[in-house]
């Protein structure tokens, strides 16, 4: 008698890989308010931030307002990227180097909420003129390097978020292998719409078997149909 045998393919698991402030909630913000005086906690600017041109991060609390259709698109608060001199393209925006460094034989699957925020009849909202979408960017770094790139793909609504995803596997060798990750979230400052809000990151990392450890899978697999199809042939 010949027993099927199904090899299954080893699941692999994955990790999540700690990003610190991932959904901006920190500095507390309340209700209708923003706080763009510093980088949010973990985060560091990119690029030219000067609140003396109007060009600053932070964080921001949409709730009572309708700035967001439905608010946040993670707890409360949202990441800020406002470039006041709308249509300068001198982009700009925040930056985290994480602790988890590069790995070989790894998937990365970084996903970002995108926001482009719409006006407000309150104040102090109602100043600025958010209708229109100034352009993003999501970059995943590692040692200081792009590895890979969500390049301005989407385009949400007014007062909508999307989900940007970068997908990138890593075979077994890589420059950047064993350098510090990191993850950029650029305000592209195209000609309207001023300011773009990030929420709700998460990187996962999940391994890829190795050619080695596959091809012993297969071998294994081909291995039992060839007994199987020699036993049928024997009976
Ligand atoms: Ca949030
Ligand atoms: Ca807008």
Redesign the pocket.
């Known amino acids: 008698m010949c027993y099927k045998i199904l090899v299954a393919p080893a699941v692999s698991q994955a990790a999540a890989i700690s990003i610190t402030n991932?959904?901006?909630?920190n500095p507390t913000t309340g209700a209708g308010t923003f706080q763009v005086s510093a980088a949010p906690n973990g985060w560091s600017t990119y690029g030219t931030i000067d609140s003396l041109n109007n060009r600053v991060v932070g964080?921001l609390n949409p709730s009572s307002t309708t700035l967001y259709a439905s608010g946040?698109?993670?707890?409360?608060?949202?990441?800020v990227v406002f470039l006041g001199d709308a249509g300068s393209g001198v982009e700009s925006g925040l930056v985290q180097t994480l602790s988890a460094t590069l790995s070989l034989n790894t998937r990365y699957v970084l996903t970002v909420?995108v926001g482009n925020i719409t006006n407000d009849a309150q104040a102090p909202h109602n100043s600025f003129n958010f209708t229109g979408f100034p352009g993003y960017r999501v970059d995943f770094l590692a040692g200081g390097t792009v590895i890979a790139s969500d390049n301005n793909s989407l385009l949400p609504s007014e007062g909508q978020f999307l989900t940007s995803t970068v997908d990138l596997s890593i075979g077994a060798s890589h420059a950047q292998a064993g350098q510090a990750l990191g993850i950029r979230l650029v305000n592209l400052d195209g000609v309207n719409g001023l300011e773009v809000n990030f929420?709700?990151l998460r990187l996962d990392a999940s391994p890829i078997p190795e050619p080695a450890t596959a091809s012993l899978v297969l071998g294994a697999a081909a291995l039992v149909g060839a007994s199987c199809r020699r036993r049928r042939r024997w009976r």
């Open positions: 991932a959904g901006f909630e964080v946040a698109a993670e707890g409360v608060n949202v990441g909420a929420d709700d």
